[in-house]
T-cell receptor, first 111, second 116 residues
């Protein structure tokens, strides 16, 4: 079983749609959780950290369920510029600093 | 603010040649990470440093790969000799710390390596 699992997609949605990505992780000792965004031929960029209470940043909402070891990202009112690959990331626990990256979910927003 | 800086951005070399990739982390960040990304294998952690000391190099594929961090503002990843299967994008990333606070990593633009 992969340490971080994501549905690779692609998710093809029209502009203005709401889309949700899910991710599961296997290490119950993980303490930090993130969503990164990667555009084609570019570096991964931090989109948002994910907190236990859930957090929102504009059109983006992240949720964490520690009991189920499950993370989600909700994007409302999708824009063409949201088209990218979204990487679910968790730390490996034990203050090692190592981050484990999922394979990513590809989103394509169409006009 | 300057982000993570990597050079060169593109490198094309012939099999058997030595390749050196360079990275300057964000000022004040204590941890530095080297990753490799390919379509087949995704993003792989090769090695990381904390306070210039290598912490875990278990991801380094073989002895042809070596990395150094002589000071807080510079690191190199060297491949000698290079092989076609080393072709990939190599990313350097830095973070404030290895703890659970400040462990988000910031990536450089990457070096696209092609070995022919």
């Amino acid at each position: 079983r992969k340490e971080v699992e994501q549905d690779p997609g692609p998710f093809n949605v029209p502009e203005g749609a709401t889309v949700a990505f899910n991710c599961t992780y296997s290490n119950s000792a993980s303490q930090s959780f993130f969503w990164y965004r990667q555009d084609c031929r570019k570096e991964p960029k931090l989109l948002m950290s994910v907190y236990s209470s859930g957090n929102e940043d504009g059109r983006f909402t992240a949720q964490l369920n520690r009991a189920s070891q499950y993370i989600s990202l909700l994007i409302r009112d999708s824009k063409l510029s949201d088209s990218a690959t979204y990487l679910c990331v968790v730390n490996s626990g034990s203050n090692t600093g190592k981050l484990i990256f999922g394979q990513g979910t590809t989103l394509q927003v169409k006009p | 603010d300057a982000g993570v800086i990597q050079s060169p951005r593109h490198e094309v070399t012939e099999m058997g040649q030595e390749v050196t990739l360079r990275c300057k982390p964000i000022s004040g960040h204590n941890s530095l990470f080297w990753y490799r990304q390919t379509m087949m294998r995704g993003l792989e952690l090769l090695i990381y440093f904390n306070n210039n000391v290598p912490i875990d190099d278990s991801g380094m594929p073989e002895d042809r790969f070596s990395a150094k961090m002589p000071n807080a503002s510079f690191s190199t990843l060297k491949i000698q000799p290079s092989e076609p299967r080393d072709s990939a994008v190599y990313f350097c990333a830095s973070s404030l710390s290895l703890g659970t606070v400040g462990d988000e990593q910031y990536f450089g633009p990457g070096t696209r390596l092609t070995v022919t």
